[in-house]
């Protein structure tokens, strides 16, 4: 069996980590380099980076990061946030980054991820989708959750894969920042229906959220930010637990 995949994510605006990150024996917390080679040292299996930045520099301050991680990381890491174009995606593989991570511009423009998979291959194509489940069905959202799309989150995945998605980063916003537990009802029945790998985000709380998630969600990865940022889990602690509990993990 593969081995699942823990993997840190962070937030960044103009080059700099913003959500609170609770690192005394960093220099400088908001450092997303300096950040990035730690979680890489303590286990991290990959990471990824999503731009926040609302400017049109933000290309250019993008690219930087990317190349700086790059030149740090020996794991691999995805980029996300505002890529609409195959340029944007072109130049930032040449950057060094391994994956990118595309949202509210694939619901808009669907054909942007058969693009992206044939001109770069789907492994470094992960779509990335945040639904909601209320009135008894999930529907996708917009625009970091702002806006409904009015689109069935199943359709939609089944769609993306269709497409040419590599990978899904499905994030609950039900579960999200609740620290509960990830939605794994629902992600052992979109990897049923699917066959690429299902990052599991929004939920995480304690290290029996993660082993959950890889049992009964069926998830292929889990992804988290405050507990790590906040060192309330620590990897290699946790790759230590899940091990005992006989989930494949890479030590």
Avoid at 4 to 15: A, M, Q
Avoid at 137 to 161: C, M, P, Q, S, T
Wanted: glycine share 8%; proline share 3%; aromatic share 8%.
């Amino acid at each position: 069996m593969l081995s699942k995949r823990i993997i840190p994510c962070l937030d960044v605006k103009d080059g700099r980590t913003v959500k609170g990150v609770n690192f005394v024996d960093l220099r400088d917390a908001g450092d997303a380099v300096e950040l990035a080679a730690y979680y890489a040292e303590q286990g991290a299996d990959e990471l990824v980076f999503l731009d926040i930045t609302a400017t049109h520099e933000k290309r250019k301050t993008l690219v930087d990061l990317v190349q700086k991680v790059a030149k740090e990381l020996n794991i691999p890491f995805t980029v996300g946030g505002g890529i609409s174009t195959p340029e944007d995606v072109g130049i930032l593989l040449n950057a060094g980054a391994d994956k990118v991570s595309i949202n509210s511009s694939a619901v808009r423009n669907p054909k942007l991820i058969s693009d992206l998979a044939s001109r770069f291959g789907s492994q470094c194509v992960v779509v990335a989708v945040d639904a909601r489940f209320a009135d008894g069905k999930w529907e996708v959202y917009l625009n970091g959750g702002r806006l409904a799309a009015g689109i069935d989150l199943f359709d939609w995945i089944l769609e993306a894969e269709r497409l040419g998605a590599g990978e899904i980063l499905f994030t609950s916003m039900n579960h999200d920042g609740t620290k509960n537990g990830f939605a794994n009802e629902t992600l052992a029945k979109l990897s049923e229906m699917i066959n690429i790998p299902i990052i599991a985000s929004g939920g995480a709380g304690n290290m029996e959220h993660f082993a959950d998630t890889f049992t009964e969600g069926k998830a292929d990865a889990a992804l988290a930010a405050s507990v790590f940022h906040f060192k309330e889990i620590e990897i290699p602690n946790l790759k230590t637990y899940l091990k005992s509990k006989n989930i494949p993990v890479r030590i």
